[in-house]
C-alpha cells in the first residue's frame, strides 16, 4: 500500500455481511459469488444469471440469493464446491 486511494465508490465489505449467489448444479456442486452487500444488486445479478442459462444447453439445477459473509464468498472454491456448510440460506446468520 504505497498510497491511500479514495473509497471507490462499492467498497469490498471486508467480515461484514452481504448478499451472493449461489448456482447449484445437478451432480451436488455449486458456485458462489457476486458479493454485494445491497440486496437489490444482489436481485437484478440473479436475474441476470436467470436470462443467460435459460438460452443454453446447460442449466444449473437452481440459482438464488443467500445471505453470506463477504469473506465466505471471498474465500469460496471456484469450482465444483459440495461443502455442505456453505451460505444457503436468503436470512442472515444461519452459517453453521
Ligand atoms: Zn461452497
Known amino acids: 500500500m504505497a498510497t491511500r486511494a479514495p473509497t471507490p465508490a462499492s ?18 456442486s455449486h458456485d458462489l459469488f457476486g458479493s454485494t452487500t445491497d440486496r437489490h444488486q444482489a436481485d437484478r445479478a440473479l436475474a441476470r444469471d436467470h436470462r443467460f442459462w435459460r438460452s443454453g444447453p446447460v442449466r444449473p439445477a437452481a440459482v438464488y440469493v443467500v ?8 474465500t469460496h472454491p471456484v469450482d465444483g464446491c459440495r461443502n455442505s456448510s456453505c451460505p444457503d440460506s436468503s436470512q442472515r446468520g444461519e452459517v453453521r
Open 11 to 28: 467498497p469490498p465489505v471486508e467480515g461484514g455481511w452481504g448478499y451472493a449467489i449461489r448456482r447449484v448444479w445437478r451432480n451436488g
Open 67 to 74: 445471505a453470506t459473509p463477504a469473506c465466505a464468498v471471498i
